[in-house]
């Protein structure tokens, strides 16, 4: 039905900037909002940012005024700029969409595969 296409991650030393792209396709009817989680090992899964169709934002306590949000709605790409990166943002990185489904009711999360990110000097 959906599918959401993840770039960006990789390797960089502290105090580094990386910039996470995900872009979602299929029969999309709307798209409500957009994140991005990250996992660390042994860890739960926890939100970053998250973007509404409407422009509001939200930020986790440990990435506000390093991260930025981002999206193109025409596009149904979400972006993550990350700046002054830090060893405790390494983690695996998803992109999330809440959206409606072409000819169907009702919304549902999807998920993209994942992209390392990789913090280390």
């Known amino acids: 039905q959906v599918q959401l296409v993840e770039s960006g991650g990789g390797l960089v030393q502290p105090g580094g900037s990386l910039r996470l792209s995900c872009a979602a396709s299929?029969?999309?009817?709307?798209?409500?909002?957009m994140g991005w989680y990250r996992q660390g090992p042994g860890k739960q899964r926890e939100l970053v940012a998250i973007?509404?169709?409407?422009?509001?934002?939200n930020y986790a306590d440990s990435v506000k005024g390093r991260f930025t949000i981002s999206s193109d709605n025409a596009k149904n790409t979400v972006y993550l700029q990350m700046n002054s990166l830090k060893p405790e943002d390494t983690a695996v990185y998803y992109c999330?969409?809440?959206?409606?489904?072409?000819?169907?009711?009702?919304?549902?999360?999807?998920w993209g595969q994942g992209t390392q990110v990789t913090v280390s000097s």
């Open positions: 973007i509404t169709s409407a422009g509001s934002t």
């Open positions: 299929g029969s999309i009817f709307r798209i409500y909002a």
């Open positions: 999330n969409a809440d959206l409606v489904v072409l000819g169907r009711v009702g919304i549902n999360d999807y």
